[in-house]
Structure formats: C-alpha cells, structure tokens
C-alpha cells in the first residue's frame, strides 16, 4: 500500500523557536528541534520519530514520538499513521477494549482522525485512507530488549492474557500479533509487565457478523 504523497501537509505540527529547558531534557532533544502538537483539547511538545517505518515507500507512514503533555510534563506517545478507513479507529478500539476491563494494554489520552485540507487526504491512495492520530500514555521497551528468559517468557504470556481478555470480554481480535508489537513495560516496584499495543488493524465480532467487514484469519505463531 503506497501512501500519499502530502502525508506531511499538517497543521496540527507547529515548529517551536523557545521552549522550557525542562522540555529539552524529557525528550532527551538538545540538538532536535521540538513541535507543538495539538491532539482535540490536549498539547503535547514533541521531537523526532523513534520508528523509521516512515523511510519505506509502502506501508502506513507510521511516525511513533514520545510526547509531553504541554501542562502534567506527563510522558507518552504520539502515533501519527494513515489508518485504512474500513479498520475499525485506534482510539475507539482503546476505548472498548478498557469499558470491557481487558488487562495489559495502554491507556489511552486522545484519538481521531486529523482534520486535513483536500490535498492531504488519502483519495488519492489504492486503499482509502484517513490520517489518524493516537495518544497511548504507556512508554515501554520492546520485546527483544527483554533482561531475562523469565521476563521474556512472562511478557509474552501477558500479551496472550491481553488478546484472550479482548476476545473473551470485548470481543475484539488483535490480527498482528508480533514482536513488534509487545513491550515491556516497568512498574515503579521495578515488575516487568507485556503490553499489547497497536491496535490499530482489529475486527470487532459484532462487526462481523453483521457483514460490515471481510475477515483473513492467520495463525500467528
């Protein structure tokens, strides 16, 4: 899937010339350059992608920052992607799957679609598509960066107890369960827990069975 040209055509991204010195360190970005970042009613500052998915001419031109809250000084993420417009929205996802209390995912601050002039849109793409953007507030570390076999172990077990949560309680599948997509995530005792994140190519069981959506089942293993 070719994404669109104008991909970077976005107001919601504006270039600071001044900001807290507090700022600088959180994002660990003396020699970056930092933008302010406007998601609904919340301002995040943030400065380079930590994800190159974005150097690939295919795919969804995910960028993944780790953002500050412009207020709390709160750390999180920021994923700025182009969503195929048929897959159910991220932060509605996020949102279901917390009302049913499925354990060992993010929080969620915010989520939706970016409002766009026409020449940034996604018409013009094989697939249509809408600019989304999503503020999950777990930061973690990925999967292969795991301290022991142990951890790895109970990590990846967290992340099956999160997807059968989904399925069982929310009735939500997953559908790319990879490495890629697990972290580790450490509580302030120092607990290692695995979280299940992106959540952004789901079906939703109700949705299915009422013909609104074509379903490829894969074993991931």
Same mark, same amino acid.
């Given at each position: 899937?070719?994404?669109?040209?104008?991909?970077?055509?976005?107001?919601?991204?504006?270039?600071?010339?001044?900001?807290?010195?507090?700022?600088?360190?959180?994002?660990?970005?003396?020699?970056?350059?930092?933008?302010?970042?406007?998601?609904?009613?919340?301002?995040?500052?943030?400065?380079?992608?930590?994800?190159?998915?974005?150097?690939?001419?295919?795919?969804?031109?995910?960028?993944?920052?780790?953002?500050?809250?412009?207020?709390?000084?709160?750390?999180?993420?920021?994923?700025?992607?182009?969503?195929?417009?048929?897959?159910?929205?991220?932060?509605?996802?996020?949102?279901?799957?917390?009302?049913?209390?499925?354990?060992?995912?993010?929080?969620? +601050?915010?989520? /939706? #679609?970016?409002?766009?002039?026409?020449?940034? *849109? %996604?018409?013009?793409?094989?697939?249509?598509?809408? =600019?989304?953007?999503?503020?999950?507030?777990?930061?973690?570390?990925?999967?292969?960066?795991?301290?022991?076999?142990?951890?790895?172990?109970?990590?990846?077990?967290?992340?099956?107890?999160?997807?059968?949560?989904?399925?069982?309680?929310?009735?939500?599948?997953?559908?790319? +369960?990879?490495? /890629? #997509?697990?972290?580790?995530?450490?509580?302030? *005792? %120092?607990?290692?827990?695995?979280?299940?994140?992106? =959540?952004?190519?789901?079906?939703?069981?109700?949705?299915?069975?009422?013909?609104?959506?074509?379903?490829?089942?894969?074993?991931?293993?």
């Amino acid at each position: 899937m070719l994404f669109p040209l104008c991909v970077w055509i976005d107001e919601t991204f504006e270039a600071q010339s001044t900001v807290p010195f507090e700022i600088w360190n959180l994002l660990n970005a003396h020699s970056q350059p930092i933008w302010k970042v406007c998601i609904g009613n919340h301002f995040f500052y943030v400065s380079k992608p930590f994800t190159r998915n974005h150097h690939y001419p295919v795919g969804c031109d995910m960028h993944c920052f780790v953002a500050v809250d412009c207020e709390t000084l709160q750390k999180c993420v920021l994923k700025d992607v182009w969503r195929v417009i048929s897959y159910h929205p991220e932060g509605e996802v996020y949102t279901r799957l917390h009302q049913h209390s499925v354990v060992n995912i993010p929080g969620i +601050i915010a989520g /939706g #679609n970016v409002d766009s002039n026409d020449d940034a *849109d %996604g018409s013009h793409s094989a697939v249509p598509l809408a =600019w989304a953007q999503t503020l999950p507030y777990h930061l973690g570390e990925p999967i292969s960066d795991f301290c022991s076999t142990w951890e790895l172990t109970k990590c990846i077990l967290d992340a099956i107890k999160a997807h059968c949560n989904a399925f069982s309680k929310a009735e939500v599948e997953h559908h790319d +369960i990879s490495p /890629g #997509n697990i972290i580790i995530v450490q509580s302030k *005792d %120092g607990t290692a827990t695995g979280n299940l994140i992106d =959540w952004n190519s789901p079906s939703i069981r109700r949705m299915r069975e009422s013909g609104h959506m074509n379903i490829w089942y894969v074993l991931v293993c």
